[in-house]
C-alpha cells in the first residue's frame, strides 16, 4: 500500500508487537496469526498506542510461540506480514533450549552416504542445493528439523566432490549460504565442496619436533606465505604459495638458503604464518591484482585459495598447506597460525547471519551493531554456540594440519571463558602448545571478563604481546638517556613479572611475548629513520642488531618480524595489510648483502638456545638469579651468579650499551666471550679481564 510501512516483530517468547506507519487513516485491527501458511489463531492487541501516522500494537499470547515455523500475521488492509523471529535470540532461554552439543553438524562422509547437517534454530525451512561432480543441474532437497533446531539430510550414494549450499528461510526470507563447517571450497569460496578426508596427508613428521619444556623455550619468527616466497631474488619455484615455502635446497642469487631453508638456518623453534583460512578480499583466481595480509576471515576450516598450486582442485589447497607443516615439522619448526575469530569481513553476508541472523555478532546497548576492533563487526565469543564453533575449528586444525600453536588476533575482543576453553583443548592434544595474543583493552559493551591483559590471572596458560617491552625498548636504543628510560627497559628485560621499578603485570615471564617489531606499524628500521632521518646507515643497522639482541636475551617468549634480522624497510609505511608486495616481501636481495647481520641474528639465536638461564620463567627463581646494575651512557648489567643455572660457568655477564658512546668496562677477574659484537664466539675462544664495549652493543662473557 501506498504511504504504508507494516512491521511484525517477536519480541518476547508470548509477545507480538506489530508496527503501522500510513497516511492513510488506520481501520480496526482484525489479526490473524498465520502459521506454516495455515490459519492459526485470531488475536487480540493487549495494548495499542497511537498517532496520527504511527500505531503500535501488542499481541500477548497465551502461550510462548514455537520457533522453527513459518509466521505471518494477517490483516484485511495490510495483507499479510511477515513476522520477524530473529529478537529470539535474545531471549532468556534461548540457549537453555537451542544450544547443541553434537559434534555430527557439517558434512560427514563415506562412499555410501554423505550426511549433511547445520544448525538454523529460527529457521521454519531448510534446503539442501547441491550439484554432483560432473552434473550440470542443482538438486534440492528438504532438510528435516530435529531437537535444538539441527537440521539434516542424507544423501545415498558417493558424493564426494559435489558442491553444495544451504537454502534457509528465517521469517519469510530465503537466503543462500554456503556451510560455515565446510572442509574445502572453490575459488573464492563461491560453493562449497563434499571432499574425503581420508585424502588426506597423515603424516605430518611431529617426531622431528625438539622437546619443547616451557613457553620461554620458543623463538617466534612472524611471517606470510606470499612474503616469504615472492621475491624474485630466489629459485623458489612456486612463489606465493603454500608449496614454495616447502620447497627444499633454494638459493637466493648470492648463494644464500632460501624460503625454508632459510627458516631452518636460523634456529627459531616456531613460525608464525599470517592468516592460513580464508579470507575474503584477494582473488584467488588471479593473486597477483591485490594484496591482503588477510585479517577478513570468511571460511574458517578451509585454507586460503590463493596460496594454492591449484585453485581449482579443492583438495589443492588443503594437501598444500600439510605438506607445508609437514615440511616444516621435518626442519624441526613448529608452526603457529594467526587466528582471527573477533571479526568477520562484514556480517550480513557472512554464513553466520544468512543461517542464524542475530545470534553470532555483538550489538551496542543501543541495538547498533558493534565493531570494536575498526576492523569488522564482534564475533559475539561468549554465545555458546559461538563458542563451540570456535573451539571445534581450533580443534580441526590441530588435528587435519598438525598446528603447534595460535596467535589470536585482538584476543582481548574474546571471551576468557573461550580462551580458556581452546586451551583446556589444546594442552589436551599437546602439553607443549603454545597460546598467545593481542591483549589490548578494548572495551565493549558485553558483560563477560575479556581476554585482555588486565584480566592475566584469569588465563595462565596465555601469553600477552607486551606493548611496554616494545614502547620501552624502542625509546632506550634510540637514545633516550634517562633514568626512567632504562628502569623502564630493566622491568621488561626481567618478565614483567616482578615488582621491578613497576608493578608486575605477569603471572611468569610465560606471559610475556618480547617483541619490538611485528607486521603491525612500520619496521623497527624505519622508526628509527623517522626519529632521525640524518642518522647513518650503518649506525641504523647497528641499533637494529642492538635490538635483535634485547629481544633475544630479555626474560620471557622473543618474537621477531621477518625481515627484523636484516633492517628491512617497508619504506615507511605502517600499517602495509593492502599495499603491494613491494612493501611486504621478504627481501632475499637485502639477505645478500647484509649476510653478515643473518649470521649475526643466528649467532644471538644459538646464545639463546644454548643459555638455559635465559628459559627461567617463575619470578621467585627469576628474582634472586639475576642482579641488574646501571651502566654508563644509560646501559645495563646484567649478572647471573646462580652455578646451578649457568653451569659450566660459575658466573655469567652480560652488558647492554644503547648509546652513542664507548667506554672501558673492567670484569671481576677472566672471563671468556660468549658473545662479541659481531655475533657468537666459539667457548673459551677469546679471554678477557677487560672490555671495550662499542656503541649500541650487546655482549657477554662467562667465568669459568
Not at 116 to 145: C, H, N, Q
Not at 163 to 190: K, M, Q, R, W
Not at 558 to 584: C, M, R, V, W
Request: hydrophobic residues 35%.
Amino acid at each position: 500500500m501506498k504511504d504504508t510501512f507494516t512491521s511484525a516483530r517477536l519480541v518476547q517468547e508470548d509477545l507480538i508487537r506489530l508496527i503501522i506507519f500510513s497516511s492513510a487513516p488506520y481501520d480496526k485491527l482484525d489479526v490473524t496469526l498465520v502459521k506454516d501458511r495455515n490459519v492459526y489463531e485470531k488475536i487480540i492487541p493487549s495494548k495499542v498506542t497511537s498517532t496520527a501516522s504511527l500505531l503500535v500494537a501488542d499481541f500477548k499470547l497465551k502461550d510462548p510461540l514455537p520457533l522453527g515455523h513459518s509466521y505471518c500475521l494477517m490483516m484485511s488492509s495490510y495483507g499479510l506480514v511477515p513476522l520477524d523471529v530473529s529478537e529470539a535470540t535474545s531471549f532468556p532461554d534461548f540457549d537453555e533450549k537451542y544450544t547443541y552439543e553434537g559434534d555430527d553438524l557439517g558434512v560427514m562422509y563415506s562412499k555410501e552416504r554423505t550426511s549433511f547437517g547445520v544448525w538454523a534454530p529460527l529457521a521454519s525451512v531448510v534446503w539442501l542445493k547441491i550439484k554432483k561432480k560432473g552434473e550440470t543441474d542443482w538438486s534440492y532437497y528438504e532438510m528435516s528439523r530435529f531437537p535444538k533446531g539441527v537440521f539434516r539430510y542424507v544423501a545415498k550414494g558417493d558424493y564426494e566432490g559435489a558442491l553444495y549450499h544451504y537454502c534457509v528461510t528465517n521469517s519469510e526470507i530465503t537466503t543462500v549460504s554456503t556451510d560455515p563447517l565446510a572442509f574445502a571450497s572453490t575459488a573464492n569460496g563461491e560453493d562449497s565442496v563434499v571432499v574425503d578426508p581420508g585424502k588426506f596427508l597423515k603424516k605430518m613428521n611431529k617426531e622431528c619436533l625438539p622437546v619443547i619444556n616451557c613457553a620461554t623455550d620458543a623463538i617466534i619468527y612472524e611471517g606470510n606465505v606470499r612474503d616469504l616466497t615472492i621475491d624474485r631474488h630466489s629459485d623458489i619455484v612456486h612463489k606465493g604459495q603454500f608449496l614454495g615455502l616447502a620447497e627444499k635446497g633454494r638459493k637466493t642469487e648470492g648463494g644464500n638458503p632460501a624460503g625454508l631453508d632459510y627458516l631452518a638456518s636460523l634456529g627459531i623453534t616456531h613460525l608464525q604464518l599470517q592468516p592460513l583460512f580464508d579470507f575474503k578480499t584477494v582473488d584467488e583466481r588471479d593473486p597477483s591484482t591485490k594484496y591482503n595480509w588477510g585479517y577478513d576471515p570468511a571460511q574458517y576450516f578451509v585454507p586460503e585459495g590463493s596460496y594454492a598450486s591449484n585453485v581449482d582442485d579443492p583438495y589443492s589447497r588443503i594437501l598444500d598447506l600439510q605438506t607445508l607443516v609437514a615440511s616444516l615439522h621435518e626442519k624441526g619448526i613448529r608452526v603457529s597460525m594467526d587466528c582471527v575469530y573477533n571479526h568477520v569481513y562484514e556480517y550480513a553476508s557472512s554464513t553466520f547471519e544468512k543461517i542464524v541472523p542475530n545470534y553470532c555478532f555483538r550489538r551496542h546497548a543501543n541495538g547498533k551493531m558493534a565493531n570494536t576492533s575498526y576492523c569488522g563487526d564482534d564475533v559475539a565469543s561468549e554465545r555458546p554456540m559461538v563458542r563451540h564453533f570456535i573451539v571445534e575449528c581450533c580443534r580441526y586444525w590441530i588435528e587435519t594440519y598438525g598446528i603447534d600453536a595460535f596467535r589470536f588476533d585482538l584476543m582481548g575482543i574474546m571471551d576468557v571463558e573461550t580462551m580458556n576453553e581452546i586451551a583446556k583443548m589444546a594442552k589436551a592434544h599437546d602439553p607443549s602448545f603454545l597460546l598467545y595474543g593481542e591483549g589490548w583493552n578494548m572495551g565493549g559493551d558485553v558483560n563477560v571478563p575479556l581476554a585482555h591483559m588486565d584480566n592475566y590471572r584469569s588465563l595462565p596458560q596465555y601469553g600477552f604481546f607486551n606493548d611496554r617491552f616494545r614502547e620501552s625498548y624502542k625509546k632506550w636504543l634510540v637514545g633516550e638517556n634517562n633514568e626512567g628510560a632504562r628502569e623502564a627497559v630493566e622491568h621488561a628485560l626481567v618478565s614483567s613479572s616482578l615488582d621491578f621499578y613497576d608493578k608486575a603485570r605477569f603471572l611468569s615471564a610465560e606471559q610475556t611475548i618480547n617483541y619490538i617489531e611485528c607486521h603491525d606499524n612500520e619496521t623497527f628500521y624505519d622508526y628509527l629513520s623517522m626519529r632521525d632521518e640524518s642518522l647513518p646507515l650503518n649506525e641504523k643497522l647497528a641499533i637494529c642488531k642492538m635490538g635483535l639482541a634485547s629481544v633475544l636475551t630479555a626474560y620471557g617468549i622473543p618474537f621477531i618480524h621477518a625481515g627484523e634480522e636484516l633492517g628491512q624497510s617497508k619504506y615507511g609505511k605502517g600499517n602495509t595489510y593492502n599495499l603491494p608486495d613491494l612493501y611486504n616481501k621478504f627481501s632475499y636481495k637485502l639477505l645478500d648483502e647484509r649476510k653478515s647481520m643473518y649470521d649475526y641474528f643466528r649467532g644471538l639465536v644459538s646464545y639463546r638456545r644454548q643459555s638455559r638461564f635465559l628459559h627461567v620463567y617463575d619470578p621467585r627463581v627469576l628474582d634472586p638469579l639475576l642482579t641488574v646494575e646501571p651502566l654508563p651512557f644509560n646501559g645495563i648489567k646484567v649478572t647471573i651468579a646462580d652455578e646451578a643455572s649457568v653451569s659450566p660457568a660459575k658466573k655469567i655477564v652480560e652488558l647492554y650499551n644503547p648509546s652513542r658512546e664507548s667506554y672501558s668496562y673492567a670484569l671481576d677477574g677472566e672471563y671468556v666471550v660468549l658473545v662479541d659484537s659481531n655475533g657468537l664466539v666459539a667457548p673459551a675462544a677469546t679471554k678477557v679481564e677487560s672490555v671495550l664495549v662499542a656503541p649500541h652493543t650487546f655482549l657477554a662473557f662467562a667465568k669459568l
